[in-house]
């Protein structure tokens, strides 16, 4: 079973900076297309970005960038310029070419004055 644990979430001033991580366990991660979602209160919960496994980081409109270490089986999500809408649960999600899906327990991100 593919096991993933997300942190760095916390609560921070509208303008700045979270750094979110998030490690698997095994060899399957290097495998794998990692993304974050997350799950803003009252909306369904959406897509926050991707990276293939070859790829190293991945930049989203400028504020939001996700990366990954395959050597560490960690991907992180960097955001910056950070708004109060930007306030949600984020999780961690693994997917393989051949249908494995794996999600983490989530890390709440909470952006107020």
């Known amino acids: 079973q593919v096991q993933l644990v997300e942190s760095g979430g916390g609560l921070v001033q509208p303008g700045g900076s979270l750094r979110l991580s998030c490690s698997a366990n095994?060899?399957?991660?290097?495998?794998?297309?990692m993304g974050w979602y997350r799950k803003i209160p009252g909306k369904q919960r959406e897509l926050v970005a991707t990276?293939?496994?070859?790829e190293t980081t991945r930049t989203v409109k400028g504020r939001f960038t996700i990366s990954r270490d395959n050597a560490q089986n960690t991907v992180y999500l960097q955001m910056n310029s950070l708004k109060p809408e930007d306030t949600a649960v984020y999780y961690c999600?693994?997917?393989?070419?051949?249908?494995?899906?794996?999600w983490g327990q989530g890390t709440q991100v909470t952006v107020s004055s």
């Open positions: 095994g060899t399957i991660f290097s495998f794998a297309t």
């Open positions: 999600n693994l997917e393989t070419s051949w249908g494995v899906t794996a």
């Open positions: 990276i293939a496994r070859t």
